[in-house]
């Protein structure tokens, strides 16, 4: 069964700081990973979705990397806001489900 | 595309009571996920519908659950007989599947409260 995985749980950075959350699964076997934040107590907001065959995806501040031989997903994040603050989950797409990984919680310090 | 919604936002309720929670996905998806979510816990899988068609189930899933796509449209999730460890947010998901290409949209979940 695909395990996912990330850490750190949680992360504290200053404003303007970049930063990296990780994501790490168990079966190089995915059609896609979609990175999502969720907000207290809400919904999740999909932020970007990678595919199997691609490196790279960009969106604003956001980058997402995908490795699919090492089993590992990356978020960069450039120039951090206190907005930024919430939870940020991936999940990758086996034929028939998604797996979710437990989160990264940051706070961005203003 | 007025995006995923779930009804209601909270639900508390008494042990023992039974409670169905809707989902409205968006209008051309042809899936539909039910998950639900602890806290500090990612989203864990319950059930999935390719248009009105109930495909899998959570082995997790006791018989008290059981959800309903009529249609292909919205759907239910039902839990019978509540118990104080299904307090949690269940959460919806919607998307309009391909062979390679699948993203997921998420409602702003029904968090249940059980007393």
């Known amino acids: 069964k695909q395990e996912v995985t990330q850490i750190p749980a949680a992360l504290s950075v200053p404003e303007g700081e970049n930063l990296v959350l990780n994501c790490s699964f168990t079966?190089?076997?995915?059609?896609?990973l979609q990175w999502f934040r969720q907000d207290p107590g809400k919904g999740l907001t999909s932020l970007l979705l990678?595919?199997?065959?691609?490196r790279e995806q960009t969106s604003g501040r956001l980058n997402a990397s995908l490795d699919k031989s090492s089993g590992r997903s990356t978020l960069y994040i450039a120039a951090s806001q206190p907005g930024d603050s919430a939870t940020y989950l991936c999940?990758?797409?086996?034929?028939?489900?998604?797996?979710f990984g437990t989160g990264t919680s940051l706070t961005v310090i203003p | 595309d007025t995006g995923v919604s779930q009804d209601p936002r909270h639900k508390i309720t008494k042990r023992g009571q039974n409670v169905t929670f809707r989902c409205d996905p968006i209008?051309?998806?042809?899936?539909l996920y039910w998950y639900r979510q602890t806290l500090g816990q990612g989203p864990e899988f319950l059930t999935y519908?390719?248009?009105?068609?109930?495909?899998?189930k959570s082995r997790l899933l006791s018989d008290r659950f059981s959800a309903e796509r009529p249609k292909g449209s919205f759907s239910t999730l039902e839990i019978q007989r509540t118990e104080q460890g299904d307090s949690a947010m269940y959460l919806c998901?919607?998307?309009?599947?391909?062979?390679?290409?699948?993203?997921?949209?998420f409602g702003s979940g029904t968090q249940l409260s059980v007393l």
């Open positions: 079966d190089s076997a995915i059609y896609n």
């Open positions: 999940a990758v797409r086996g034929y028939n489900q998604f797996y």
């Open positions: 990678i595919q199997s065959s691609q």
């Open positions: 519908f390719q248009n009105e068609a109930q495909l899998e």
């Open positions: 209008s051309e998806h042809n899936r």
């Open positions: 998901a919607s998307s309009f599947r391909t062979e390679l290409n699948e993203k997921l949209f």
